[in-house]
């Protein structure tokens, strides 16, 4: 969602990073570059080749620690999920030395009027129903599509019709 919010709004150079070689059709129809989770590094310098100006970081632990010495002078990450752990290392160095800051997102104590300008903006001016991945299934189907969240293969979103 993110991707297809910044492709929308007229953002460009906008890297995907993915893990998985059937990610690289959608992020490459959003993106301008796409990044394989090997590619990242590892977080062995305190400061790295600056390489991001903004890192939507949806994954926590290791991926987002890697992340934080890549951004560049000025830059910023936001940081909203731990899918891929919660422990965050870093130095001071990135902070004090090239001025970056860290956004820390909540989506659930959200009072219902700022919800209520994100809704508008998803259904409006964002408006990205055209770049969804959206599938329908059958009941019948749903154990199928809950083994394929399980076993990672799952992209997009998936409508019952009941
Ligand atoms: N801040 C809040 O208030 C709030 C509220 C709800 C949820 N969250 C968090 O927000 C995040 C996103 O939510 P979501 O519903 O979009 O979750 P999701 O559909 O499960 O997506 C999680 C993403 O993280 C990736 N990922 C998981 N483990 C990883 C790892 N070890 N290394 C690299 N990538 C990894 C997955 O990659 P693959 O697609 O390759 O599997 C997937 O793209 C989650 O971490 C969730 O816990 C935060």
């Known amino acids: 969602m993110a991707l297809q919010i910044l492709s929308k709004i007229g953002y ?14 959608v992020a490459i129809s959003l993106a301008t ?8 590094g590892v977080q062995n310098k305190p400061l790295n080749k600056q390489k991001f100006d903004f890192v939507l970081d949806t994954v926590g632990g290791e991926i987002a620690s890697v992340l934080i010495p890549q951004i560049s002078y000025g830059g910023c990450m936001s940081m909203c999920g731990n899918a891929g752990g919660i422990k965050l ?5 990135p902070f ?23 809704w508008e903006k998803i259904a409006n001016e964002w408006n990205i129903s055209q770049t969804t991945l959206i ?24 409508i019952i019709k009941y």
């Open 12 to 25: 460009k150079n906008i890297a995907a990073l993915v893990r998985k070689e059937h990610q690289i059709e």
């Open 89 to 93: 290392t870093s130095t001071v160095l």
């Open 135 to 158: 599938s329908e299934i059958s009941l019948e189907e749903l154990p199928q599509t809950i083994e394929a969240i399980k076993n990672g293969h799952h992209s997009g979103r998936t």
């Open 96 to 118: 004090i030395l090239r001025g970056i800051n860290l956004l820390g997102i909540d989506s659930v104590n959200v009072p219902i009027k700022d919800r209520g300008y994100i």
């Open 33 to 40: 570059d796409v990044i394989f989770v090997n590619e990242l």
